[in-house]
Structures are given as structure tokens and as C-alpha cells.
């Protein structure tokens, strides 16, 4: 392509010329001639009218042409440093400042275009370190007064974005251009795709970076506009600059619904449009950033690391794994430091937390967590406050409606069946297990009764405590798993927050007595078919003079163990409840006197007869009891009850052995960034519309692109089965047993 004239041609009135200065515009800015800072073509370029179009396939044909040129014009580095003027005038303009409008359109068209080029060069990079971007000046270019011409870049374009985000209130005015510049942010955070699922320290990921050097106060100022968009929802403003909703698509053509939820063409994209991301964009675009800035993880090689390269054969990841360090992360830190803008700890105790920190309204988070738990960012953020923010945790464990936080967690796990994620119901789970660790979680969630659960349909659940829903959701769980998936992390998840109930049950419902009886019932079998084929395959083995089979045992006797501990678990939690709360749980020994029948084969047992032991105390006393006032009446089930809850007064707990009170915690894995960092990006991608080039990705699997809606339904179970051993290093060795 050839140069072009240095000073481009007004743009007229009608709509023809605008469609024609734009062809000129664009074609100028993707040909090999360089234009330098201060030229008025710039100007020109970000002053384009919302009514110019193209269609993809010349965009598309841009974006090649650019790649091609942009290393001689550097025309990228020249119009982030634009974008980033745009952004410094704008914070320094008044309210009533006539220039600050136009100002404000060019930064929206420059931050667009930005988007759209950057991200092609970075889906389309060859080099390891991406020097297709070029991210900087040549020495030989002239600069206006002022502008540091060794600067990076990236780091100048980033403190202006994320000046602008956390400095700049959104409002009806300046929503498209928040809006854009959360785009922006994804795009230039998505060199991380380019790498494997283990970071190293060699990855080239210039703008997050950029981002992770900023000063604490500016991080600060970042995250709370993020969590504040999250938080107030607000709707989509249909003003647009440079692209136009409804029958005027932009001259870099958005496609999508009228929420902008940012898809670029010529970009490969698969589009997801769900309902819920595209009714409030600013807040799950603003969700995403945050998932993605917190999430990140960056290794730094050590001295040694840098003086020992003797063994060239050493593999990226046994290097990172032995000489790196991680270096510490802004974003994660001040949202474990946010605090309340209503209370504050150093308000009492008067240790003022030092430095800058997040405010924010946790009881207004609290709510907008409790209204979208459906939605798995939601999730991922509810779990980083918890396991990161002690003072987040400790107002919701003092909240009396727990239920607002609860019930939509419970809801989703009972529906799981129904092509939930994986992920998600694992990090519910976790989010369960860790509130379970505080007594006083256990037991308020007993004194709180639910009118009706209407979304349980296998049983009528009128006027229950949510502590009983909850033993009830966590065991169906387990059943399920049991019947399907047959996942021992999902299990040991379950049985553990269980565990952790146990000792705080408070009239657990006659219900939630019985599911919990039958759930041992349930696991009971299993083991003693287990035992059964194990017995039976080691006979097979003695008699076999070729010792086949030998791997088929060990893999039966490994599953008979895992059965071994799930059922000692679950006597653990009967236990737990007959030794410290049996008074208040009378359903409890109902169901297991009316059941009783199926511990029997366990009394002798060499591995349960201790645990087994407790309970036929507690069956003995009852028992004698009944059979001193047995009648010729029947005993009615009221009856029996009645009779239950009469002796409870009487019950002093003579004969039982007192076991250790089992306490289960969660810890975080030593790499969790190796699940975390995939795990964001394909939110991005399913809940904001976000897509890439997939033969570029490599931090997960990803199912080869198709046309046809089913084959996208069979391709996403195909990523599902991909993460499932990564889901599994989510949870393995993360629940500890404390001592």
C-alpha cells in the first residue's frame, strides 16, 4: 500500500463523504507511511463520525495490511500514546468544559480502534515476546515538548487507563468510554492466553505487567471503580462515538446486542450472548478486569536461576517451579485489604491499616453477591473475599440473613445436574467449607426457618431451618456424585463441611435425619460390595499362576479405602451429633432408632466398631426405655417422636466414648494460579461475549470452532472433560483436618 498525503481532507456533511474520509482515514492509518505524534492526522483519525461504516472483511484486510506496516510506522505505539492524552485531558478538564466533549470522542475512537488492532496483532503474534506490537518510538521520531521519549509505553498507557477508571465517576456522559476502556484492558490482558496454564517467567505479558508496577494509591482507586461498577449495575447507555447501535453499526463494525458486549470482528469469534451479561456489561466487563487483575500470577527467576544455565535441557516449568519466586500482586492485595466504608476495624481497636486502601460497602456487595450467585464470576469473587479478606468474612458471618447468600448457592448446587460447570460447583462447595470452619456460621444457620424452599421438588420442605437445607443439598450432593460422577474430591468437600456441622445441629429435621441415615446406608453398600469383589479378586490372584489382574486389585482396594474413610466420615458426623447435640436433634435419633438396622453388620467391625459403639448407646437407652411402656397400643410416629423428646431431658450421655471433634479447613494450593488464571479467561470469554483466535490459545483446551449450535454444545462438554484434571488440583490436599 502506498503513502499518503500527511494532512487528510475535511470531513463534509453528508453522509457519502463521511463514509469516504474514513476509507481514507483507516486505509492512511494501516499503510507504511509514518506520521509522526504531532501531526494533525491524528486529530482527523479519532474525529470520525459514528455514521462510517466497513464491513468485516475490510477490517479484516486492515488488520493484515497493519501487521505489516505497524513495524516502521509504529502508528500502535503513537495511538495508545493519544488515547493516553485523551485520558490526561479529560482528568484535568472541568465540568463545563465545551472542549471536553470532543475530548471525550476521541478517546472512545482511539480507545476502539486500539482494541481492535491490538488484539489482532497479539491473536496473530509469532514471536515469544511479541515483538509484533512495537511498543515504542523510533529514535529517529519527533517529539512534542514534554513527552519522555525512553518511557515504556505500556506502562504510560496503563497508569492513564486505570487513572481514568478509578479517578472518573460513571455517569450518563462517560458510561461508553468506562465501557471501552474495560475492553481495552481485556484485550491487552490477553497476551496471557498465549501461554500454558503454568506461568513463567519468561511469558510476555506487557500491559498486565504494566498494570501490576503501578503506585498502591492508583491500584486502590482501580479496584474499588470496579467493585463499585459491580456493585450499582448500571444500565447500558446507547451513546456511541465511533460505532453506533441499531441499524448503523460502527466503521469497525460491533456485532452483539445493543449492550456492547464487546465483540470485534474480524476476530474468530464465537459469541455468547447470555441474557445476564448483556443487561448490565459495564459490571460483568468490570468483574472480568478484576478477576483477571487478581487472579494473575508472576514469577520472577532467582540469582541462581540467572548465573545456572548449564542444564539447557531442563524443561520452562521445572525452572519455574525450582528457581522461581512469585512477585507480589497489587490487585490481590488491596482486595483483601478493602475495608468498610460503614465500619472500620482500626475504628475500635485503633490499628489503623498503613497506606491507601479499598472502602467499599460491603452490605450492598452482600447483596449483589446474593443476587447473582448464579453466575460463576460471581462465585470466584465471593470465594476471593473469603479465603483473602478476613474483614469480608467476618461481616457475613454477622449478617442475620444469611439466607441471601445461601439459598441461591444451595438452589444452583440442587440443579447441578443441569449442565452446571464443574468449576462452579466446586468452588461453591469450597465457599460452604470455608463459612462451616466458624461455630457461630453453624449455628445461626439453625435458628434461621424457611417458609418453603418452592425449587425442591423430591420433597414438600415447609417451615425447615437453612441449616437443615443445607445438610439435606450437601448430601444429595453426595449421592449424586455417588451415582455419576464419582468424584473423591467432590465427596471429601461435602462429607468435610458436614463434619464441620455436625457438632452445632439444632432440630435438624426429621428430613434431613433421614437423608443423613440413608446416606450411610447408601455408602454402606458400596463398601460391602467393594469388599466383596476385593475378597474375591485376591482369591482370584492366589489361584491364577500368571498373576493376572494384579493392577484391577490394587485399583479395588484403593476405592475400598476411599469407602472406608467416607464411611467412618459419616459416623464421625452422627456421631458428632449424638455425643454433643442430641437433646436438640430428637428427628435425628428417631431416624436412626427407626433405621437401626442398617449399623448392625458394622457392630463388630474391626474398622467401625468404636464409632458404631456410640450409637447403639444412644439405641440402648431408647430402646429399654420403649420396651419398659410398650402396650398393646401402637406407637404412632407422633408417638415415638413424643416419647423421643421426653427422654432427651433425662439423656446424660452415660457410656459414650468421646472421639476427637473433627475440624476441617480449606487451604489454598501452593500454585492455585494454575487453576485460577485458566479459569477467568474462560469466564471472559462465556460470560462477556469475549472470544479469541483458538488456535492461538494454549492456557486451556479449546474445542475446534464450529458453525452449527449442537456441535458448540458438544464442543463446550469437550473443554469441560479437559478441565476435569485441573479442577481435581483445585481441590486435592486443600482440606486439611486440623489438629
Given at each position: 500500500?502506498?503513502?499518503?498525503?500527511?494532512?487528510?481532507?475535511?470531513?463534509?456533511?453528508?453522509?457519502?463523504?463521511?463514509v469516504?474520509?474514513?476509507?481514507y482515514?483507516?486505509?492512511?492509518?494501516?499503510?507504511?507511511?509514518?506520521?509522526p505524534?504531532?501531526?494533525?492526522?491524528?486529530?482527523?483519525?479519532?474525529?470520525?463520525?459514528?455514521?462510517?461504516?466497513?464491513?468485516?472483511?475490510?477490517?479484516?484486510?486492515?488488520?493484515?495490511?497493519?501487521?505489516?506496516?505497524?513495524?516502521?510506522?509504529?502508528?500502535?505505539?503513537?495511538?495508545?500514546?493519544?488515547?493516553?492524552?485523551?485520558?490526561q485531558?479529560?482528568?484535568?478538564?472541568?465540568?463545563?468544559?465545551?472542549?471536553?466533549?470532543?475530548?471525550y470522542?476521541?478517546?472512545?475512537?482511539?480507545?476502539?480502534?486500539?482494541?481492535?488492532?491490538?488484539?489482532?496483532?497479539?491473536?496473530?503474534?509469532?514471536?515469544?515476546?511479541?515483538?509484533?506490537?512495537?511498543?515504542?518510538?523510533?529514535d529517529?521520531?519527533?517529539?512534542?515538548?514534554?513527552?519522555?521519549?525512553?518511557?515504556?509505553?505500556?506502562?504510560?498507557?496503563m497508569?492513564s487507563?486505570?487513572?481514568?477508571?478509578?479517578?472518573?465517576?460513571?455517569?450518563?456522559?462517560?458510561?461508553?468510554?468506562?465501557?471501552?476502556?474495560?475492553?481495552?484492558?481485556?484485550?491487552?490482558?490477553?497476551?496471557?492466553?498465549?501461554s500454558?496454564?503454568?506461568?513463567?517467567?519468561?511469558?510476555?505479558?506487557?500491559?498486565?505487567?504494566?498494570?501490576?508496577?503501578?503506585?498502591?494509591s492508583?491500584?486502590?482507586?482501580?479496584?474499588?471503580?470496579?467493585?463499585?461498577?459491580?456493585?450499582?449495575?448500571?444500565?447500558?447507555?446507547?451513546?456511541?462515538?465511533?460505532?453506533?447501535?441499531?441499524?448503523?453499526?460502527?466503521?469497525?463494525?460491533?456485532?452483539?446486542?445493543?449492550?456492547?458486549?464487546?465483540?470485534?470482528l474480524?476476530?474468530?469469534?464465537?459469541?455468547?450472548?447470555?441474557?445476564?451479561?448483556?443487561?448490565?456489561?459495564?459490571?460483568?466487563?468490570?468483574?472480568?478486569?478484576?478477576?483477571?487483575?487478581?487472579?494473575?500470577?508472576?514469577?520472577?527467576?532467582?540469582?541462581?536461576?540467572?548465573?545456572?544455565?548449564?542444564?539447557?535441557?531442563?524443561?520452562?516449568?521445572?525452572?519455574?517451579?525450582?528457581?522461581?519466586?512469585?512477585?507480589?500482586?497489587?490487585?490481590?492485595?488491596?482486595?483483601?485489604?478493602?475495608?468498610?466504608?460503614?465500619?472500620?476495624?482500626?475504628?475500635?481497636?485503633?490499628?489503623?491499616?498503613?497506606?491507601?486502601?479499598?472502602?467499599?460497602?460491603?452490605?450492598?456487595?452482600?447483596?449483589?453477591?446474593?443476587?447473582?450467585?448464579?453466575?460463576?464470576?460471581?462465585v470466584?469473587?465471593?470465594?476471593?473475599?473469603?479465603?483473602?479478606?478476613?474483614?469480608?468474612?467476618?461481616y457475613?458471618?454477622?449478617?442475620?440473613?444469611?439466607?441471601?447468600?445461601?439459598?441461591?448457592?444451595?438452589?444452583?448446587?440442587?440443579?447441578?445436574?443441569?449442565?452446571?460447570?464443574?468449576?462452579?460447583?466446586?468452588?461453591?462447595?469450597?465457599?460452604?467449607?470455608?463459612?462451616?470452619?466458624?461455630?457461630?456460621?453453624?449455628?445461626?444457620?439453625?435458628?434461621?426457618?424457611?417458609p418453603?424452599?418452592?425449587?425442591?421438588?423430591?420433597?414438600?420442605?415447609?417451615?425447615?431451618?437453612?441449616?437443615?437445607?443445607?445438610?439435606?443439598?450437601?448430601?444429595?450432593?453426595v449421592?449424586?456424585?455417588?451415582?455419576?460422577?464419582r468424584?473423591?474430591?467432590?465427596?471429601?468437600?461435602?462429607?468435610?463441611?458436614?463434619?464441620?456441622?455436625?457438632?452445632?445441629?439444632?432440630?435438624?429435621?426429621?428430613?434431613?435425619?433421614?437423608?443423613?441415615?440413608?446416606?450411610?446406608?447408601?455408602?454402606?453398600?458400596?463398601?460391602?460390595?467393594?469388599?466383596?469383589?476385593?475378597?474375591?479378586?485376591?482369591?482370584?490372584?492366589?489361584?491364577?499362576?500368571?498373576?493376572?489382574?494384579?493392577?484391577?486389585?490394587?485399583?479395588?482396594?484403593a476405592?475400598?479405602?476411599?469407602?472406608?474413610?467416607?464411611?467412618?466420615?459419616?459416623?464421625?458426623?452422627?456421631?458428632?451429633?449424638?455425643?454433643?447435640?442430641?437433646?436438640?436433634?430428637?428427628?435425628?435419633?428417631?431416624?436412626?432408632?427407626?433405621?437401626?438396622?442398617?449399623?448392625?453388620?458394622?457392630?463388630?467391625?474391626?474398622?467401625f466398631?468404636?464409632?458404631?459403639?456410640?450409637?447403639?448407646?444412644v439405641?440402648?437407652?431408647?430402646?429399654?426405655?420403649?420396651?419398659?411402656?410398650?402396650?398393646?397400643?401402637?406407637?404412632?410416629?407422633?408417638?415415638v417422636?413424643?416419647?423421643?423428646?421426653?427422654?432427651?431431658?433425662?439423656?446424660?450421655?452415660?457410656?459414650?466414648?468421646?472421639?476427637?471433634?473433627?475440624?476441617?479447613?480449606?487451604?489454598?494450593?501452593?500454585?492455585?494460579?494454575?487453576?485460577?488464571?485458566?479459569?477467568?479467561?474462560?469466564?471472559?470469554?462465556?460470560?462477556?461475549g469475549?472470544s479469541?483466535?483458538?488456535?492461538?490459545i494454549?492456557l486451556?483446551?479449546?474445542?475446534?470452532?464450529?458453525?452449527?449450535?449442537?456441535?458448540e454444545?458438544?464442543?463446550?462438554?469437550?473443554?469441560?472433560?479437559?478441565?476435569?484434571?485441573?479442577?481435581?488440583?483445585?481441590?486435592?490436599?486443600?482440606?486439611?483436618?486440623?489438629?
Amino acid at each position: 500500500m502506498g503513502g499518503a498525503p500527511s494532512t487528510p481532507r475535511n470531513t463534509a456533511d453528508g453522509g457519502g463523504d463521511d463514509v469516504s474520509v474514513a476509507e481514507y482515514l483507516i486505509t492512511t492509518f494501516v499503510g507504511e507511511k509514518s506520521f509522526p505524534l504531532a501531526s494533525d492526522y491524528w486529530n482527523k483519525l479519532l474525529e470520525l463520525p459514528s455514521s462510517s461504516r466497513w464491513p468485516s472483511d475490510r477490517v479484516h484486510q486492515a488488520c493484515e495490511l497493519f501487521a505489516q506496516s505497524n513495524g516502521y510506522t509504529r502508528h500502535l505505539a503513537k495511538l495508545l500514546i493519544h488515547m493516553s492524552w485523551c485520558l490526561q485531558e479529560l482528568l484535568q478538564a472541568s465540568d463545563n468544559d465545551e472542549q471536553a466533549s470532543s475530548t471525550y470522542k476521541k478517546a472512545v475512537n482511539a480507545t476502539y480502534i486500539a482494541s481492535v488492532f491490538l488484539k489482532h496483532l497479539i491473536e496473530n503474534g509469532k514471536s515469544d515476546g511479541l515483538e509484533e506490537l512495537h511498543l515504542s518510538l523510533d529514535d529517529s521520531e519527533p517529539v512534542p515538548h514534554g513527552f519522555v521519549m525512553d518511557q515504556d509505553i505500556q506502562n504510560y498507557v496503563m497508569h492513564s487507563v486505570l487513572s481514568f477508571i478509578g479517578s472518573t465517576e460513571v455517569s450518563p456522559n462517560s458510561y461508553v468510554l468506562h465501557q471501552e476502556l474495560l475492553n481495552f484492558m481485556i484485550v491487552a490482558m490477553s497476551t496471557q492466553l498465549l501461554s500454558g496454564p503454568s506461568p513463567g517467567p519468561r511469558d510476555a505479558n506487557p500491559f498486565i505487567d504494566a498494570a501490576m508496577s503501578q503506585e498502591k494509591s492508583l491500584v486502590c482507586l482501580a479496584v474499588r471503580r470496579l467493585l463499585l461498577n459491580y456493585i450499582s449495575r448500571t444500565p447500558p447507555n446507547a451513546k456511541g462515538y465511533l460505532y453506533s447501535y441499531g441499524d448503523s453499526p460502527g466503521i469497525l463494525e460491533r456485532v452483539g446486542s445493543a449492550a456492547a458486549t464487546f465483540v470485534l470482528l474480524p476476530l474468530n469469534y464465537l459469541v455468547n450472548n447470555s441474557g445476564d451479561g448483556s443487561k448490565h456489561p459495564l459490571a460483568e466487563c468490570s468483574l472480568h478486569v478484576l478477576l483477571i487483575l487478581t487472579n494473575y500470577h508472576k514469577p520472577v527467576m532467582s540469582d541462581e536461576s540467572l548465573t545456572d544455565k548449564s542444564d539447557d535441557s531442563a524443561t520452562s516449568e521445572s525452572v519455574s517451579k525450582e528457581h522461581a519466586f512469585s512477585s507480589s500482586n497489587t490487585f490481590s492485595k488491596a482486595l483483601a485489604n478493602a475495608r468498610d466504608v460503614e465500619f472500620d476495624r482500626s475504628d475500635v481497636e485503633g490499628n489503623a491499616y498503613p497506606g491507601p486502601h479499598v472502602r467499599i460497602p460491603f452490605a450492598s456487595l452482600f447483596d449483589t453477591l446474593g443476587m447473582c450467585l448464579a453466575d460463576e464470576g460471581a462465585v470466584l469473587l465471593l470465594y476471593s473475599l473469603l479465603q483473602g479478606n478476613s474483614d469480608f468474612k467476618e461481616y457475613v458471618l454477622v449478617r442475620t440473613d444469611l439466607d441471601t447468600m445461601l439459598m441461591p448457592i444451595l438452589e444452583t448446587l440442587y440443579n447441578a445436574s443441569k449442565r452446571t460447570s464443574s468449576n462452579q460447583i466446586y468452588m461453591m462447595l469450597i465457599v460452604l467449607l470455608i463459612l462451616s470452619q466458624d461455630s457461630s456460621f453453624n449455628s445461626s444457620i439453625h435458628k434461621m426457618i424457611l417458609p418453603s424452599v418452592p425449587w425442591y421438588k423430591e420433597h414438600l420442605l415447609h417451615q425447615t431451618s437453612l441449616g437443615s437445607l443445607m445438610v439435606i443439598i450437601l448430601i444429595r450432593t453426595v449421592q449424586h456424585n455417588l451415582s455419576k460422577l464419582r468424584d473423591v474430591y467432590l465427596q471429601t468437600t461435602c462429607l468435610a463441611t458436614l463434619a464441620n456441622m455436625a457438632p452445632h445441629a439444632h432440630h435438624l429435621s426429621a428430613y434431613a435425619s433421614q437423608r443423613l441415615v440413608s446416606l450411610f446406608y447408601m455408602l454402606s453398600r458400596k463398601y460391602n460390595k467393594l469388599s466383596e469383589l476385593t475378597g474375591e479378586k485376591q482369591q482370584s490372584i492366589k489361584i491364577s499362576l500368571a498373576g493376572e489382574g494384579d493392577g484391577v486389585s490394587e485399583d479395588l482396594a484403593a476405592e475400598l479405602q476411599i469407602f472406608t474413610d467416607f464411611l467412618r466420615l459419616v459416623l464421625d458426623i452422627l456421631n458428632a451429633i449424638l455425643t454433643y447435640a442430641l437433646p436438640r436433634n430428637p428427628e435425628v435419633v428417631y431416624a436412626v432408632m427407626h433405621r437401626q438396622e442398617v449399623f448392625q453388620p458394622f457392630k463388630n467391625h474391626p474398622r467401625f466398631h468404636e464409632l458404631v459403639e456410640n450409637i447403639y448407646t444412644v439405641l440402648d437407652f431408647f430402646n429399654s426405655r420403649m420396651d419398659s411402656q410398650r402396650s398393646d397400643r401402637e406407637w404412632s410416629v407422633q408417638k415415638v417422636l413424643g416419647f423421643i423428646i421426653n427422654n432427651c431431658r433425662s439423656w446424660r450421655g452415660e457410656g459414650m466414648k468421646m472421639f476427637t471433634q473433627l475440624h476441617f479447613s480449606y487451604e489454598q494450593e501452593s500454585h492455585p494460579e494454575e487453576f485460577f488464571i485458566p479459569y477467568v479467561w474462560q469466564l471472559a470469554f462465556s460470560r462477556s461475549g469475549f472470544s479469541f483466535n483458538p488456535d492461538a490459545i494454549n492456557l486451556f483446551p479449546v474445542p475446534q470452532q464450529v458453525e452449527k449450535q449442537g456441535e458448540e454444545g458438544r464442543g463446550e462438554e469437550e473443554v469441560e472433560e479437559g478441565k476435569e484434571k485441573k479442577v481435581q488440583e483445585l481441590i486435592e490436599q486443600r482440606i486439611v483436618l486440623d489438629p
